[in-house]
């Protein structure tokens, strides 16, 4: 490994910075793959059917059979759709998805190179800035269609992130408060310990402020990814699929991709701002990792509580019903931004009653 002591320090740069994209995205790639198979498998289970097995032991090639159909598939353009707009909207729904990873912090260190492509200072900042470019790909998928029903889902959806995101932005405030940076790698450093010697210091159980926080931004994460109880940009039995009506083949796919990456998105930013990160309060675990063995547990600790939020997404898709339209906006605007403002407003407080 000699040559790469030789390297310059901004060549060392750009070589572990490649590494760590290509590596991100092909663990990415998989979790996406596979989180499909579960969701299939999870729901034959709760209605008592069989599932996905026929291909590969157990039905674990399912993932790559799919992925060939969608690559093989006619890729059919219809006639009436506005076509730069149509071929636009699916690459802008997934993108930003893939963006969003770059801060995660999903370990600690490996020798030298923290585990994060991009450990910024405005790390929250940059999260929901990428987050908000999603909307303009379902609105554009909607508009692109140039048929009423993917236009109606468009339009509700364009409703519903930006109702939620205002949402989801208030509640994680009061956590930088406590962290007193916006850094992610911080927060997750502001989470190691225990609490009253056995509960792990994670701000979801830090103080009823925080776990208040934990719930806005679970259920606008709900909304944000646009699953149920909160499908309404779809909803099948009234929108026929919503914005992805007139899709097919790879396309299609690409917006069944930016879904579940979304949910991954999320669901990793729940276990970084809430949940402590790579970080476990036990055998030192909350320490930055000075072997490749506590290397490894870190990343996988990190995937098992990223795997543990995926598996709540699938569960809440089969057990729960839609909302009206006008339910979800009632809870938003009416339930969500006063209480994430008052909670703000309470945790400043309490921070300047403590000082």
Same mark, same amino acid.
């Given at each position: 490994?000699?040559?790469?002591?030789?390297?310059?320090?901004?060549?060392?740069?750009?070589?572990?910075?490649?590494?760590?994209?290509?590596?991100?995205?092909?663990?990415?790639?998989?979790?996406?793959?596979?989180?499909?198979?579960?969701?299939?498998?999870?729901?034959?289970?709760?209605?008592?059917?069989?599932?996905?097995?026929?291909?590969?032991?157990?039905?674990?090639?399912?993932?790559?059979?799919?992925?060939?159909?969608?690559?093989?598939?006619?890729?059919?353009?219809?006639?009436?759709?506005?076509?730069?707009?149509?071929?636009?909207?699916?690459?802008?729904?997934?993108?930003?998805?893939?963006?969003?990873?770059?801060?995660?912090?999903?370990?600690?260190?490996?020798?030298?190179?923290?585990?994060?492509?991009?450990?910024?200072?405005?790390?929250?900042?940059?999260?929901?800035?990428?987050?908000?470019?999603?909307?303009?790909?379902?609105?554009?998928?909607?508009?692109?269609?140039?048929?009423?029903?993917?236009?109606?889902?468009?339009?509700?959806?364009?409703?519903?992130?930006?109702?939620?995101?205002?949402?989801?932005?208030?509640?994680?405030?009061?956590?930088?408060?406590?962290?007193?940076?916006?850094?992610?790698?911080?927060?997750?450093?502001?989470?190691?310990?225990? *609490? +009253?010697?056995?509960?792990?210091? %994670?701000?979801?159980?830090?103080? $009823?402020?925080?776990?208040?926080?934990? #719930?806005?931004? &679970?259920?606008?994460?709900?909304?944000?990814?646009?699953?149920?109880?909160?499908?309404?940009?779809?909803?099948?039995?009234?929108?026929?699929?919503?914005?992805?009506t007139e899709y097919s083949s790879m396309k299609f796919a690409l917006f069944f991709m930016g879904e579940y990456g979304n949910m991954i998105a999320v669901s990793a930013m729940m276990v970084t701002l809430f949940f402590g990160g790579w970080t476990l309060p036990f055998f030192g675990l909350d320490?930055?990792?000075?072997?490749?063995?506590?290397?490894?547990?870190?990343?996988?600790?990190?995937?098992?509580?990223?795997? *543990? +939020?995926?598996?709540?997404?699938? %569960?809440?898709?089969?057990?729960? $019903?839609?909302?009206?339209?006008?339910? #979800?906006?009632? &809870?938003?605007?009416?339930?969500?931004?006063?209480?994430?403002?008052?909670?703000?407003?309470?945790?400043?407080?309490?921070?300047?009653?403590?000082?």
């Amino acid at each position: 490994m000699d040559w790469i002591n030789k390297l310059s320090e901004s060549q060392q740069f750009l070589l572990f910075s490649g590494v760590k994209v290509l590596a991100a995205f092909a663990v990415l790639m998989g979790i996406i793959a596979y989180v499909v198979l579960v969701e299939r498998r999870v729901c034959a289970f709760m209605q008592d059917r069989v599932g996905p097995n026929r291909v590969g032991p157990f039905g674990l090639l399912q993932p790559l059979a799919d992925a060939v159909k969608s690559f093989l598939k006619e890729d059919f353009t219809p006639g009436h759709v506005r076509k730069v707009y149509y071929w636009l909207a699916p690459a802008i729904v997934l993108i930003p998805s893939l963006l969003t990873i770059a801060v995660i912090p999903f370990g600690s260190k490996l020798g030298n190179q923290a585990m994060v492509i991009a450990d910024l200072n405005v790390g929250i900042l940059y999260t929901f800035g990428i987050v908000s470019l999603g909307v303009y790909g379902i609105v554009l998928a909607g508009y692109a269609a140039n048929s009423k029903y993917p236009f109606l889902g468009g339009i509700r959806s364009s409703a519903q992130l930006i109702s939620y995101e205002i949402a989801m932005g208030l509640s994680v405030i009061p956590i930088f408060l406590l962290a007193r940076d916006l850094n992610l790698s911080k927060v997750i450093s502001a989470q190691s310990g225990v *609490s +009253f010697g056995i509960v792990p210091n %994670w701000f979801v159980f830090q103080s $009823p402020m925080t776990c208040l926080c934990f #719930l806005i931004f &679970l259920v606008a994460a709900f909304a944000e990814t646009n699953r149920l109880p909160f499908d309404m940009p779809e909803s099948e039995q009234e929108l026929v699929g919503g914005y992805n009506t007139e899709y097919s083949s790879m396309k299609f796919a690409l917006f069944f991709m930016g879904e579940y990456g979304n949910m991954i998105a999320v669901s990793a930013m729940m276990v970084t701002l809430f949940f402590g990160g790579w970080t476990l309060p036990f055998f030192g675990l909350d320490k930055p990792a000075d072997t490749l063995l506590f290397s490894l547990l870190h990343v996988a600790i990190f995937l098992a509580k990223l795997f *543990s +939020f995926l598996v709540l997404f699938v %569960w809440v898709r089969w057990m729960l $019903p839609r909302f009206r339209y006008d339910q #979800l906006m009632n &809870l938003g605007w009416r339930r969500f931004v006063p209480l994430a403002l008052a909670n703000i407003v309470i945790t400043a407080a309490w921070l300047w009653f403590k000082a």
